[in-house]
Structures are given as C-alpha cells and as structure tokens.
C-alpha cells in the first residue's frame, strides 16, 4: 500500500514532541479519518528555527507530518506558507489515493500554526 520512502519516514519519524513556550502552535484533524495533527513552531526574526508534531492516525498521517516538518525548518514564515501538500506528497515520493488527506492535514496544520504565531504579533 504504502511505498518504501512513506514506510521508512514512519518508522524512523523526526520532530517527534512538542516545543517548549512555541511561538506558533496548530491543530487540525479529519473527523471521518480520525487523524489529528499537531504542529509547533519556534519561529526567531520571522524564521522558523524548529518545528516538531504530535500525530494521532494512521502511517501517511505520521510520515507527512514528519516531512512536512522537515521541509518547513529554516524557511521564512512566507516560505513556508507556500508549502502544499502536493510537495510534501512529491518528497514521500506520493501516496495511495485514499491517503492524500493526511497530506492536506500537514499543509493546515502549518498554516494554522502560522496564523497563530501572527496572532501573538498584533
């Protein structure tokens, strides 16, 4: 079902956790999945300078959230508000057709995040 690189991403996952005092914080899920997402981030001088998730679902749940942080560590906020969830489904090297959602997930989740941390600007 899943192909070597999702597998591996979910087996080995990065960023696993919470951070400590986050400058942004954002959770999303799919009632008819049962997937949630968590994803933090400590973002200094606009940049984001870590990013770690708390997933509750299924293997493409975890593997995307794993990625999707990976991918947003060290991009300004702009950056990686540009992050869909298409890019992320390309770096895993794609997903079966009824697992796209957890990738939509991941690409909410930091933007929620994001808006969260603009929040705490004002």
Do not use: W
């Amino acid at each position: 079902m899943y192909n070597e690189s999702v597998m591996e991403v979910f087996r080995n996952p990065k960023n696993v956790g919470e951070i400590e005092n986050p400058s942004g914080v954002g959770t999303v899920g799919n009632a008819s999945c049962g997937d949630i997402m968590q994803i933090s981030l400590k973002i200094e001088n606009d940049i984001i300078v870590d990013a770690k998730f708390k997933t509750f679902g299924c293997a493409a749940a975890i593997a995307t959230s794993s990625t999707a942080t990976e991918m947003i560590k060290g991009l300004s906020v702009d950056e990686a508000l540009k992050i869909t969830n298409k890019k992320v489904v390309e770096v895993l090297g794609g997903l079966p057709a009824q697992k796209l959602h957890c990738s939509v997930l991941a690409e909410e989740a930091i933007q929620k995040a994001i808006e969260d941390y603009r929040s705490k600007q004002k």
